[in-house]
């Protein structure tokens, strides 16, 4: 079965840096747009970055724009987040989603914790 599997999640200090990473199996990662949403404690999930197949386009949310770099490399089968300039209102579980057409695959999370 397809496997999402987020990794470089933990805890920084405000303004500092994470970079995480989503290791897809078992799909043909390279038709999938891929996502990466948020959640906070007692919050809707969040879109917070959104790349296309090949990676030629790229869209954010307001509250990351600037701060948040999405990219993929389709030959890792991977997704990648960058986060800098972290606050403490972007700790949440990160979530990893891929979709294509009516295939909707997510992955376990990663948690993310911003202290001030």
């Known amino acids: 079965q397809v496997q999402l599997v987020e990794s470089g999640g933990g805890l920084v200090q405000f303004g500092g840096s994470l970079r995480l990473s989503c290791a897809a199996s078992r799909l043909t990662f390279s038709t999938y747009t891929m996502n990466w949403y948020r959640q906070a404690p007692g919050k809707e999930r969040e879109l917070v970055a959104v790349i296309t197949e090949r990676g030629d386009s790229t869209n954010y949310s307001d509250s990351v724009k600037g701060r948040f770099t999405i990219s993929r490399d389709n030959a890792k089968n991977t997704v990648y987040l960058q986060m800098s300039s972290l606050k403490p209102e972007d700790t949440a579980v990160y979530y990893c989603?891929?979709?294509?057409?009516?295939?909707?695959?997510w992955g376990q999370g990663t948690q993310v914790t911003v202290s001030s």
């Open positions: 989603n891929a979709v294509r057409r009516s295939r909707n695959y």
